[in-house]
């Protein structure tokens, strides 16, 4: 099994190389033919490694060689394998595959379609990476690479200048994220005196609970997790990254990438565990992204903005599981959200292929006899996210909710209002997108048609994921078995909450959802599906339209103070900075031009200048001068 | 001795191929016998038997340091004279300027072998002597005249002052010998007297009269630039060699403790040497003289192992940087020659524009000769110049690194006028630049040698 790991980035690596060099020299269909086998046989591999670890509770760690050395400071490139990695490489080739596959389809018009999967196979690998790394730098290089690979990918489309700045927003709000997650890692650095996660481990016993460079160094680490996965305040750049191609939101701003922190803190939970402050910061950090993101996706017109919201308003249910200390509900959440997720981002790129590129649902409608298979996926996308009962959904927002419950009631209210929602602005989506009747243009109605083959195969497969996902880990009243939980135990073991009432509390949780669901239904269909909805928002609603002019907010606050100052530095710049380079290039120069007339020519001066230099010497060796 | 012995009877061989008339034969007889010099040399290198002075009456030693030296600057002749395969073309004076090289390298071998002042002083003028002759061979050039007779007299007024420095010392020691000298001055009871004082100095100041560090370098630019321009690649590698190692020598063998005393005046010297040599070369125009200037930079990063002496490197660092700066230089001087002997002569830097189109080997060749010069890794030159400044930092010279290297990167700027010529100017003349079989073999060999000798080290333990 051990042969297989270096495999699984090898081959997406081999595969961005190949596709980058041949560019047009080969054609579309081996293009995508190249970079889907890629990831297919790191899938496979995938699918071995993970069954390996079925059995054992072992980690593997594989070392390729030493990256460098510097005194006692050594990192090697190495990969560590163990549960937690297992299941991440599975989300990671396996949704990746999918939407490999998809994206030959979505894209196959498009002039780059070559420079697309060149860059989606280079996103394989850093992401496999990143989730591989036995250490904190291993991890950083791969964090840092999803990151360009984002960027590129946002901006795929770099005509319109609007979307250059979406991957430049996407880009520098990162950078701000990343500035904390390094100097975390060099705080953990002169802690531990090293970057190994096992090794890090191993020094925790000396530690005690709450250790204060242990909480800065957590919350540290968390500020890069906030700006990897989009938690507020830095999570202004996730909607704008729906400029990118619709793939590339389902796979990078949905199901991978985003997780990324989830990821980190769960991989270092270890270390969070001894800072129990950082731990409630994270819970309301996530809870507060739930809601704020939740109340803003109920205004929104676009469909992929919409869904984009709801990635943040999930992203933050995973980081409050985590807060809370259910690290394993929240890495299931990440995978569940992986399955319904990249199937409604990729159900709405159907939608919008079929609108010919036109993402505002004020247009759509009615689109459920239209196009038949995406409408039933994407249904089943919809009561995935929403909680209908023993979905994905359901399941890991259930467990989320309960092991909130036993933290703080307060927190279990919201996040429940958070859950009501979703379901209803997911509903309102569906309602808006696919009932009513058509209300674009003629042109567009013309054109309707259902996606070829490759798209609609992903859309099916993740919507029997989404349906089936949770079962792994159904709740024991409902006849299942937490087994990812088990799984996940040797990683990041969950607490567990023994009560009386549990059961109770569950087929009351249970009642709720389903009278709530069918309230939003009747809700919804009464509010949107009637063709009378306008779109257009006044007062309070208007400000969550707009993000609670957040944007809006930073410019004012950071980027304008920012603009003003740099004016007078850009002049610091050129006049002090410049001019004392320049300055000392021109002293050297008028130095060579003055001195080069000591060479006069004349052996005399010549004989002369070394009489006096002798005599300087003997005077400073005699009377020991200088 | 062996070295001696096989160079000195291939001089004379030299003399008789005029009077036996087989001068045609006489050129592939010195190569031979310069390669097997360097074969004996090999094959006697870890020989445990080398010679003792009391052989030689206490006049040479062939100990690993002149053994070392001698190999070296065997190779730079081997090298030098499959360079300038063309220097000795003309019929009339090829055996005088044949002979006068050999007997110039004869006396090499002595500077870095002697145990004895007069051995010294014999070495250098054997040395010398040539060299005065060989930088008047264009004999119809008025700049060459010019040359010989600027580098003749100022030489003659150099060796005065070792004279009358070697005197001082006898004067107050009492002996020739450098181990004499060193047992007197190592001695308790030893007190340093003006008279010892003075004699040092004057050795100092003669010794880096050879080597031309600042502000001793008045003779370089000129007659570098008047000598025939393989004249002059001789005296900037065979000859900058011979004396540095004759002057590190004279510290290690006869004043080892001495050298702290005198400090300061290497403090000077090194200073001097790095700006004198690096800033009026930025306003160089002619090829030669730029590289003259260049040596003269050169030269203060080799007296840094003179003033660390006691550092365990020193030998290693010197030894190496004189291996390393002697190839490269032997390297840009063979493209120079090419490429002004095309132009008919002219050695303006404005010869190499356009070279990269018209010989991109010539191009590559000087692009990395100079990179080396400028010290940018993974080039030997790099490597020559970490040593040293590594271990000046390791004697507690902080202060005088900083300043080598601020000196040394306004020789990036220069020497990088020289790559934009060639590759960003355009020239006047187009044609290709043809080169024999001979010189894109060694054009390719220097490469290999400038790219690979720093790597893992061999040269620089070889001492």
Redo the contacts between chains.
């Keep these: 099994m051990e042969q297989f790991i270096p495999l699984i980035p090898l081959m997406p690596l081999i595969g961005f190389a190949v596709l980058g060099l041949a560019g047009n020299n080969i054609s579309k269909l081996m293009a995508a033919i190249i970079g889907c086998t890629a990831i297919a046989v790191s899938f496979v591999f995938s699918l071995l490694v993970f069954n390996a670890q079925l059995g054992t509770e072992e980690s593997v760690t594989v070392t390729m060689f030493n990256w460098f050395e510097a005194g006692s400071f050594k990192v090697e490139l190495a990969f560590l394998v163990d549960h937690l990695t297992s299941i991440f490489l599975l989300i990671v080739t396996g949704v990746g595959l999918l939407i490999h596959i998809y994206s030959s389809g979505y894209m196959h018009d498009d002039i780059a379609h070559n420079r697309f999967f060149t860059y989606l196979n280079l996103f394989i690998f850093f992401m496999l990476l990143l989730v591989m790394g036995n250490n904190y730098l291993v991890m950083f290089i791969g964090w840092e690479g999803v990151g360009l690979c984002s960027y590129l990918l946002i901006g795929f489309w770099h005509k319109v200048d609007a979307y250059n700045k979406a991957a430049n927003k996407a880009f520098i709000m990162n950078r701000i994220g990343d500035l904390g997650l390094l100097l975390g890692i060099f705080l953990l650095y002169t802690k531990f005196g090293t970057l190994n996660f096992i090794d890090i481990k191993s020094h925790l016993a000396e530690i005690q609970v709450g250790d204060p460079t242990i909480v800065v160094a957590t919350l540290l680490l968390f500020i890069g997790a906030m700006g990897k996965s989009a938690q507020i305040p830095l999570h202004t750049w996730l909607p704008d990254a729906m400029a990118g191609p619709t793939p590339v939101s389902a796979l990078i701003h949905a199901a991978t990438m985003v997780t990324a922190g989830i990821y980190m803190v769960v991989r270092s939970n270890f270390i969070y565990s001894l800072a129990p402050f950082t731990l409630e910061f994270i819970a309301i950090i996530g809870l507060i992204t739930a809601f704020v993101a939740a109340t803003i996706a109920l205004f929104q017109n676009d469909i992929k903005k919409v869904l984009a919201y709801s990635t943040l308003s999930q992203l933050g249910y995973m980081f409050l599981a985590l807060g809370v200390g259910a690290y394993s509900s929240g890495v299931f959440h990440v995978m569940t959200h992986a399955f319904f997720k990249a199937l409604l981002f990729l159900g709405a790129g159907s939608v919008i292929h079929a609108m010919s590129g036109e993402q505002d649902l004020l247009k759509m409608g009615g689109l459920r006899k239209k196009i038949p298979l995406t409408f039933i996926t994407f249904l089943i996308g919809v009561l995935a996210i929403s909680g209908f009962p023993f979905t994905s959904g359901f399941v890991s927002k259930d467990e989320i909710l309960m092991s909130v419950f036993y933290h703080n009631k307060l927190y279990f209210y919201i996040a429940a209002a958070v859950a009501v929602i979703t379901a209803f602005y997911m509903m309102r989506l569906l309602m808006l997108a696919f009932f009513g009747t058509f209300r674009g243009t003629h042109e567009q109605e013309h054109h309707l048609h259902e996606s070829p083959a490759s798209m609609t195969m992903p859309l099916v497969v993740l919507a029997i994921l989404s349906m089936l996902g949770g079962l792994v880990q159904l709740p024991h009243i409902y006849g299942g078995k937490p087994i990812f939980e088990e799984f996940l135990n040797s990683i990041a073991p969950t607490l567990k909450h023994e009560d009386a009432s549990l059961a109770m509390k569950e087929w009351l949780m249970l009642g709720v959802t389903c009278l709530g669901l069918v309230v939003v239904y009747f809700l919804t269909k009464k509010f949107y599906a009637d063709d009378k909805f306008e779109g257009v928002y006044t007062g309070f609603k208007k400000t969550l339209a707009n993000n609670y002019y957040f944007d809006e907010i930073y410019n004012t606050l950071f980027t304008k103070p920012l603009n003003f100052i740099s004016q007078y530095y850009n002049a610091f710049d050129r006049l002090v900075i410049d001019g004392g380079v320049d300055g000392i290039g021109k002293l050297v120069n008028w130095g060579g031009d003055k001195l080069r007339y000591l060479q006069t020519g004349y052996t005399g001066f010549y004989l002369f200048a070394m009489v006096l230099s002798i005599a300087a010497f003997l005077i400073i060796s005699l009377f020991n001068l200088l | 001795m062996n070295e001696i012995i096989i160079v000195a009877s291939l001089g004379i061989l030299t003399l008789l191929a005029e009077i036996f008339n087989f001068k045609k034969l006489i050129l592939p007889l010195v190569v031979a016998g310069l390669a097997a010099n360097i074969v004996v040399g090999i094959m006697e290198f870890d020989l445990a038997s080398y010679y003792n002075d009391a052989d030689t009456l206490r006049m040479i030693e062939s100990d690993l340091y002149a053994k070392c030296f001698m190999m070296l600057l065997s190779i730079i002749a081997l090298v030098w004279v499959l360079v300038n395969y063309n220097f000795f073309s003309d019929e009339t004076n090829q055996t005088d300027h044949l002979a006068l090289i050999l007997f110039a390298i004869v006396g090499g071998f002595c500077m870095v072998a002697y145990t004895n002042f007069v051995m010294l002083f014999l070495g250098i003028e054997i040395l010398s002597i040539p060299m005065y002759v060989l930088a008047g061979s264009n004999k119809r050039s008025l700049r060459s005249n010019e040359a010989t ?2 580098y003749f ?2 030489g003659s ?2 060796t005065g ?1 070792l004279l009358f420095g070697i005197t001082l010392i006898y004067g107050s020691i009492g002996s020739f010998y450098v181990y004499d000298v060193r047992m007197k001055t190592a001695s308790v009871d030893f007190t340093i007297t ?1 008279m010892f ?2 004699g ?3 050795l ?2 003669a010794m880096a ?1 050879k080597v031309s560090s600042a ?2 370098h ?2 370089a ?2 007659v570098y630039s008047g000598s025939p321009t393989s004249v002059t690649s001789f005296m900037a590698t065979f000859v900058k060699t011979a004396a540095i190692a004759a002057f590190m020598r004279l510290f290690i063998t006869a004043f080892p403790t001495a050298i702290e ?2 400090k ?2 290497f ?2 010297l090194i200073i001097a040497s790095l700006f ?1 040599g690096n ?6 125009t002619n090829a030669k003289r730029l590289l003259a200037y260049s040596s003269i930079s050169h030269v203060g990063f080799m007296l840094l192992a003179l003033l660390c002496l006691s550092e365990a490197t020193s030998l290693k660092s010197l030894f190496f940087y004189t291996t390393a700066y002697s190839f490269t230089t032997l390297a840009a001087f063979l493209v120079l020659k090419i490429v002004s002997e095309n132009a008919s002569g002219d050695d303006d830097i404005s010869v190499f524009n356009g070279l990269a189109q018209r010989n991109p080997l010539l191009a590559g060749t000087m692009t990395i000769a100079l990179l080396s010069m400028a010290g940018i890794p993974p080039l030997s030159g790099f490597f020559a110049k970490y040593n040293m400044l590594f271990m000046a930092l390791n004697h507690g010279y902080l202060w005088l690194v900083i300043i080598a290297i601020l000196a040394s990167l ?1 020789g990036v ?1 220069y020497y990088f006028k020289i790559i934009i010529a060639m590759f960003t100017r355009n020239s006047t003349d187009s044609t290709a630049i043809p080169l024999s079989l001979l010189q894109k073999s060694l054009l390719v060999l220097l490469m290999l040698i400038i790219i690979t000798i720093g790597w893992n080290g061999w040269v620089f333990n070889l001492i």
């Excluded at chain 2, 800033?279 to 160089?284: L, P, R, S, T, Y």
């Design positions: 007779l600027k007299l100022m007024f150099a002052i003006p004082t003075i040092v100095v004057m100092i100041a009269f502000p001793f008045f003779w630019p000129d005393s005198y300061n005046v403090f000077i004198i800033i009026i070369a930025v306003f160089q306004v700027y």
